[in-house]
Every structure is written in structure tokens, then in C-alpha cells.
């Protein structure tokens, strides 16, 4: 079955930074590009960046282009979201999510893990 | 970058209602389209992907169908457990976009 926990979420000040962690179990993990989706609260789906397997391929929302830097770690089935400079709309529920595909062009996502929640706030 | 636009924001409309979703690209892509589904306090669940393809486990009454810019879900007969928001999302770039979604309840 496949699993995605992610960690690393919690309370910080704006203007400080955060780093998400998504550890995958139950697939290859180094066949499948993988994305970070955040949902502030009451609002939709935004993609925030994804990864290709090799992370050749990197993409990034321009609302946080610049500040947050998506990496993985094929060895240790684990995929990363570097945060900093953080604001206050950065406030969301982050979710990790599985690509159907490697890359370099992304594909759908299936599955999403349960997400962690990140507030930014003073 | 293109952007994706659904309609309408929000309906309700009765059990056994033919409910349909539209969801607009600002560019043709093709059919790189997919539909997810998040009941209320859950993770978002692919239903659709490639625009009219069927989501192994999903129930029949969900169908998708265009392509280029025009995209439609369509629940045939709306059940209970359908409540929920229905989001668009265009894909096969490297960037990934979502349509700021449907909530769909029951009237």
C-alpha cells in the first residue's frame, strides 16, 4: 500500500523558515516525480512545486518561487520542501502527492498523504 | 501560464440530480486533465484523469468528458455521499494548476 506521512509542520514567525519532510513507503520511490499541494484553511487546491525522479525537473508556484526549494532523497524514499521567508498566506495544510509519471512533465497525483500544517503568524 | 477556471463556484441540487461541473482552460491542452474529489475534512482523491478516464474503484456515475479547452464532469444521479468540492486540474507541463473548485451539497 502506498504511504505518504509528512512532517515538519508547526507554528513559525513571519519572516522565518521551515522545512517539510514526506516519507513514502509501499512504491519506488525514485520512479515517480513527486509535487507539495497546500490548502490554506476554508480555501481550494494550490500546487506549490513538484519534482521529477531525478529532480532534473523542478517547478514552482509563483507565489513562493524564490523562497521554498523542493528536493528528494532517493536513498532514504524521502521528498523535502525547504520554506523560508515565510508570510502569513503562507498558512496552509501542505500535502505531499505521488505523480503518476516520472517526469519531466508532471502528471496527475494519486496518492495525496494527510497533510501538515504549517501557521505562519507572530 | 495558463490558468484554469471552473463554474459554477458552488451548486445544490437534489439526490438522484444529473449534476455537471465545468471546468475552462486558457489555453487548449489537449486532454491533460484530471478531476479530484475532497469530501469535507478529507484528502483530495483523483476521480479523472486524461479527461474522460475513470479512476479504478470510482463509482460509474462519474464521467468526464472534452478536450482542449472545454473540460465537463458530470455526476449522473447525485448520491449523499457526494457532497463535496470537485477540483480541475491540467497537467503534462512543469507546472502544475488547479481550478478553484465546485462544492457541490445536497438541497
Known amino acids: 500500500e502506498v504511504q505518504l506521512v509528512e512532517s515538519g509542520g508547526g507554528l513559525v514567525q513571519p519572516g522565518r523558515s521551515l522545512r517539510l519532510s514526506c516519507a513514502a513507503s509501499g512504491f519506488t520511490f525514485d520512479d515517480y516525480a513527486m509535487h507539495w499541494v497546500r490548502q490554506a484553511p476554508g480555501k481550494g487546491l494550490e500546487w506549490v512545486s513538484g519534482?521529477?525522479?531525478?529532480?532534473?525537473?523542478?517547478g514552482y508556484a509563483d507565489s513562493v518561487k524564490g523562497r521554498f526549494t523542493i528536493s528528494r532523497d532517493n536513498a532514504k524514499n524521502s521528498l523535502y520542501l525547504q520554506m523560508n521567508s515565510l508570510r502569513a498566506e503562507d498558512t496552509a495544510l501542505y500535502y505531499c502527492?505521488?505523480?503518476?509519471?516520472?517526469?519531466?512533465?508532471?502528471?496527475?497525483?494519486?496518492?495525496w498523504g494527510q497533510g501538515t500544517l504549517v501557521t505562519v503568524s507572530s | 501560464d495558463i490558468q484554469m477556471t471552473q463554474s459554477p463556484s458552488s451548486l445544490s441540487a437534489s439526490v438522484g440530480d444529473r449534476v455537471t461541473i465545468t471546468c475552462r482552460a486558457s489555453q487548449g491542452i489537449s486532454n491533460y486533465l484530471a478531476w479530484y474529489q475532497q469530501k469535507p475534512g478529507k484528502v483530495p482523491k483523483l476521480l479523472i484523469y486524461?479527461?474522460?478516464t475513470l479512476q479504478s474503484g470510482v463509482p460509474s456515475r462519474f464521467s468526464g468528458s472534452g478536450s482542449g479547452t472545454d473540460f465537463t464532469l458530470t455526476i449522473s444521479s447525485l448520491q449523499p455521499e457526494d457532497v463535496a468540492t470537485y477540483y480541475c486540474?491540467?497537467?503534462?507541463?512543469?507546472?502544475?494548476?488547479f481550478g478553484q473548485g465546485t462544492k457541490v451539497e445536497i438541497k
Open positions: 519534482i521529477s525522479w531525478n529532480s532534473g525537473s523542478i
Open positions: 486540474q491540467k497537467y503534462n507541463s512543469a507546472l502544475g494548476t
Open positions: 502527492a505521488k505523480d503518476r509519471d516520472p517526469g519531466p512533465r508532471f502528471s496527475w497525483f494519486d496518492p
Open positions: 486524461a479527461a474522460s
